[in-house]
């Protein structure tokens, strides 16, 4: 709180515009992937980037971000204009459904808000594109000093407002060159946000969250000279990793990070407990106590919040029934391990009951050609009674001139007149 009273930058009264903003994680995985590459690389020059979103009334959506160009002007350094419109009509032909348009840009700063380097390029991108352009800084000293705490994240965004300056305020953080006289100057309020995402962008932050657990930095090798030359004989003992290998390592380093937390956690727990004084509940010759010692409330919540995870990590075994027990054994088993049973069983009577579906399908198709064979014969026997009554019969058992056939001529016929 000192810190931030102290920066004149910012306004004493609260915000009353009733903004509310929503950040999307990929604005901040471009943001962590251009601090991280400008570390790496060890680029000269301000972070300096552009965020882009929707304004639908006073709900602002910030959704894609990009790094941006920027130049010496004189003594404070802006963004170059030329190749900011560029890629921003670029990132608006990539994004029409729904249309996106500037709506904020990023740099650094430290945690007692916007520095006096940060008006200009506010002043110069709101004469051009957005009169109410906000500004999202990162603190990256809150993560080396380790003072976040509650998983907060080390960002604050702010809205911008003009308000008449006085006398002996610094001229160049006055609104000056853009057309509106020397008589405002720039203040911050600082905004509430929350994080927002889709469905579809919460796979891409997954994947590549993944992905970043075995990300390792590479530098490159400079190209060989022209010429003959020795062949020398390669000494890396690297090892390229596959698809596979590389999801397992990422998954065993999220399962190392987890125990190492559930480590830190019960030094802690074991730390205070022995911190605690002792009492006549487990020493019988100590005095009963009057008053009891104060309580850390916080750390109290904490462990029982850790104790709330732990059945979901090694879950209680269940005894109450007959079908939680292994039946060779005896052992009881887990719930974990009576709900995988189940859903095994599950599994084989789906299995089952295909396989009957099959076998009856079968048994019907043997019964159709069965039944096809049977009706062929039946055709060709009365296909052959009836060529021979063509031959010199006639379907009364009389031939051509009239006259009758004797039983023993025609002896199917014999006794059926």
């Not at 971000?65 to 900011?84: M, N, S």
Request: aromatic share 6%.
């Amino acid at each position: 709180m000192v810190e931030t009273a102290s920066n004149s930058l910012l306004s004493s009264s609260t915000s009353d515009s009733s903004l509310s903003v929503q950040l999307h994680p990929l604005v901040l995985l471009t943001i962590s992937d251009y601090i991280t590459r400008h570390s790496v690389r060890q680029q000269e020059g301000p972070i300096i980037g552009a965020i882009i979103g929707q304004q639908n009334g006073r709900q602002i959506t910030m959704e894609q971000a990009f790094q941006c160009k920027t130049k010496q002007d004189g003594d404070r350094i802006v963004v170059d204009d030329e190749w900011f419109a560029e890629r921003l009509e670029q990132f608006k032909d990539v994004h029409k459904a729904p249309p996106l348009d500037l709506v904020a840009i990023f740099t650094l700063a430290p945690p007692s808000g916007p520095l006096p380097e940060h008006v200009p390029i506010l002043q110069q991108l709101q004469h051009s594109y957005n009169d109410s352009l906000m500004l999202l800084l990162f603190h990256p000293q809150t993560i080396l000093d380790g003072s976040l705490t509650g998983g907060k994240l080390p960002i604050s965004i702010y809205e911008t407002y003009y308000e008449p300056g006085s006398e002996g305020a610094e001229k160049g953080l006055q609104v000056d060159g853009w057309g509106m006289g020397r008589q405002l100057q720039m203040r911050f309020r600082q905004l509430p946000f929350e994080v927002e995402t889709g469905e579809a962008e919460m796979i891409a932050v997954d994947f590549v969250a993944k992905g970043s657990g075995s990300a390792t930095v590479q530098n490159s090798a400079a190209p060989p000279a022209k010429g003959k030359a020795r062949a020398e004989e390669s000494t890396s003992t690297d090892v390229q990793l596959s698809a596979e290998d590389e999801e397992v390592m990422s998954s065993l380093t999220a399962k190392y990070n987890a125990i190492k937390m559930l480590h830190q956690r019960i030094n802690l727990i074991r730390a205070y407990l022995a911190e605690l004084p002792p009492s006549y509940l487990t020493d019988a010759s100590l005095p009963v106590g009057v008053s009891d010692p104060p309580l850390n409330h916080q750390l109290l919540r904490s462990i029982s919040a850790m104790l709330a995870r732990l059945p979901l990590l090694a879950p209680p075994t269940t005894q109450s029934s007959a079908s939680t027990t292994i039946p060779a054994t005896g052992i009881p088993q887990s719930s974990i391990a009576t709900a995988s049973n189940q859903e095994q069983s599950d599994v084989h009577l789906v299995s089952l009951l295909a396989s009957i579906t099959r076998s009856v399908a079968q048994a019907k198709e043997m019964g159709s050609k069965y039944s096809i064979v049977q009706k062929a014969k039946a055709d060709k026997t009365h296909t052959g009674l009836m060529g021979r009554g063509s031959r010199g019969f006639d379907d009364y058992g009389a031939d051509t001139d009239g006259h009758w056939a004797t039983p023993t001529e025609t002896p199917e016929f014999s006794g059926s007149l």
